[in-house]
Each structure stands twice: as C-alpha cells, then as structure tokens.
C-alpha cells in the first residue's frame, strides 16, 4: 500500500502506535523516538507488530516489573538472542496461517529492535543467523554508540576519540582508537537482505524505507543513529538537531542497500565539516582539551569523506545492474 498524505497523517496522529506514555527513558533520548516512527509506520499501512526486544535501556526501561509501556506483542529475551527470539516467532506465524489458525487476511510485521551492544556485539551471531536463514522480519538497530544501559562503556559502534568508561580519554590514549564497524555493509554482505541507515531527524526518508522494509520478501536492518542525550552529554533538546548535522556533516550517510545495490538516499546540497558534529557533544570535550585533537579531528573528516565518496562510487556501479 503507497504512502497517502492520509496515511502520513496517520503516522503523525497516532496516539498509541504500541509504545505508550509512562516509560523511564530519559527526556530527549532517540530510542523511543525511532520505536515510535517505526511501529505508527507499520500499523498506518495495515500491520499488527509483534516485538522482540533484546536487552539494554530501552528495554530495562520500558519493562520495570510489574509494569509495561508496550500495548503489542511483546517479547522480552537475552542480550545475544533477539534475532533469533523474532525468526522462531515468524516461522511459528507462517506455520499457523497456513494450518488456517491465523486468518489470512491479517497483515503481522515482525520487529526486533536492538542497541548497539546487543547488534554490533553480542548479538551480531544471532543477527547474522537469522538473516542467513532468510525469515521476513525488520531489525532495527537504535544505534547510541556505547554500552549505555550499564554506565557508557566503549562498543563496536563508539567512534574514536569518545570519552568512555572503558576507553576513557587520558594522557595516553585519546578514547576509543578504533572506527565504528560498518555494520550496515556487514549486514549486506548477506546477500538477500533490505540494508539501511536512517535517522529522526529525516522522518520522512525514515517512513519511507520501513515501508520497503515492510514490504521486502526477506530480512530488513535498519541502523537508526539514535542520541544518547547521558552519555553523548548534550541538552535534551538537541537530539534531532544532532541527527540532522550527523547527515549534513557525512558522518551518518543516508542510503539503502537492496540485494547488493546501493542507493544514497539524501545528497545534501553542501556539507558542515565533521568537527561541527563533534564539537557539540560533551563526551568530545576530553580530547579537545588534547593538543593533537585537530589531528584526530582531521583523520575522521578524512574518513568521512573517503567513505562519501566510496558509497556515490557504489551508487553508480550498481545501479543498472539487477538486484540479486
């Protein structure tokens, strides 16, 4: 079913899209915001949710016994576990609707929802299982950069030069030394998969790749750059602000991965340069206060570019060619 302005107006209106009022998480953080956008997208179209959530402050915060803010099927299961937890689920769907126990008519959409730790990390066998074995279900990754639920520790998905408890920024070491893992090209790399990055603060290219999502004949992943307004120590109000500067700065590309053809799906007419991003988050301020953080700055903004470039040279050679 295509996006109407009718159907958009439903997104925007949807007083209870699964997630309700009452939950712990803190004011301003972009995870129950990508939570939200993406289950008011699903139901709008027609579909019932069904949740997996691996652990972490989503979670935790969401489900504090004996209280819920979910109003769906909602399953809560290990850190490592919840690719696999939403394929057991979908296959269960698929073998009851066609014994005729579920009527046929009714449209379910499968989501397993992750942090960081629990997809770049622990969870990532899980993840790549289930994707290998090809069941229809949309993961999405609310991507905060750090192991938050348990104080910010350093993860897979931390950038370099971020201050954090295990990878503190000192007299030695400038914080984390490693890149982020690109984990949407891992995910890729699975063949027969809908791979995207999105952000809140690009709702609109958001919706529109939960609706490929939805409608994909196989296993979506969608990374969601997701602030963390604790840890990333900015204002509460600034969350998607800094996921729009995260796109006009290249260090969050927008773009779309379909069985092995890329499309960027947001060309800023001009671009910040990175240390804007930077500069505005807190967890930042340790290595600024370093005499070599404009080197440290300028190796990003090389990365950033070089990997711009790299997807606009991807774009153009796969374009013309069939999807696998």
Same mark, same amino acid.
Request: proline share 7%; net charge positive.
């Given at each position: ?17 699964? $997630? ?49 803010? %979910? ?105 984390? $030394? ?43 992943? $969608? ?28 260090? %969050? ?54 990997? %711009?470039?790299?997807?606009?040279? $991807? ?10």
């Amino acid at each position: 079913m295509p996006l109407t302005m009718k159907k958009l107006a439903e997104i925007f209106t949807d007083k209870d899209p699964g $997630l309700t009022q009452g939950h712990r998480m803190c004011p301003g953080c972009g995870a129950p915001i990508t939570v939200k956008i993406a289950l008011m997208t699903a139901k709008a179209l027609g579909y019932e949710p069904v949740i997996g959530f691996a652990t972490g402050c989503m979670e935790v915060s969401s489900t504090i016994y004996p209280y819920t803010s %979910w109003t769906v099927p909602y399953i809560h299961n290990a850190f490592e576990n919840v690719a696999a937890t939403i394929s057991g689920v979908e296959t269960a769907y698929r073998s009851l609707k066609k014994s005729g126990k579920i009527p046929s008519d009714r449209k379910y959409a499968f989501f397993a929802f992750g942090g960081d730790g629990g997809t770049y990390d622990i969870g990532l066998q899980s993840l790549s299982g289930a994707i290998e074995r090809g069941h229809k279900f949309i993961y999405i990754l609310y991507d905060n950069e750090g192991y938050m639920n348990t104080g910010n520790q350093r993860s897979g998905s931390t950038p370099p030069g971020a201050d954090t408890t295990t990878a503190p920024v000192g007299k030695k070491i400038p914080g984390k $030394l490693q890149l982020k893992k690109n984990i949407v090209e891992i995910v890729a790399g699975h063949e027969y998969v809908y791979a995207a990055t999105a952000t809140a603060g690009e709702p609109m290219d958001f919706i529109s790749k939960i609706e490929k999502a939805l409608t994909f004949e196989g296993p979506s992943f $969608l990374a969601v750059l997701s602030p963390c307004v604790r840890y990333w120590r900015v204002p509460e109000n600034r969350t998607i602000d800094i996921t729009k500067l995260a796109v006009q700065t290249k260090y %969050w590309p927008l773009y779309e991965v379909d069985r092995g053809v890329y499309k960027v799906t947001r060309k800023p007419s001009s671009f910040k340069p990175v240390s804007e991003f930077v500069k505005v988050q807190d967890r930042f301020r340790p290595l600024l206060q370093k005499p070599d953080a404009e080197e440290i700055i300028d190796e990003l903004q090389q990365y950033v570019d070089k990997r %711009w470039e790299r997807l606009l040279a $991807l774009e153009e050679a796969t374009k013309d060619k069939p999807v696998r």
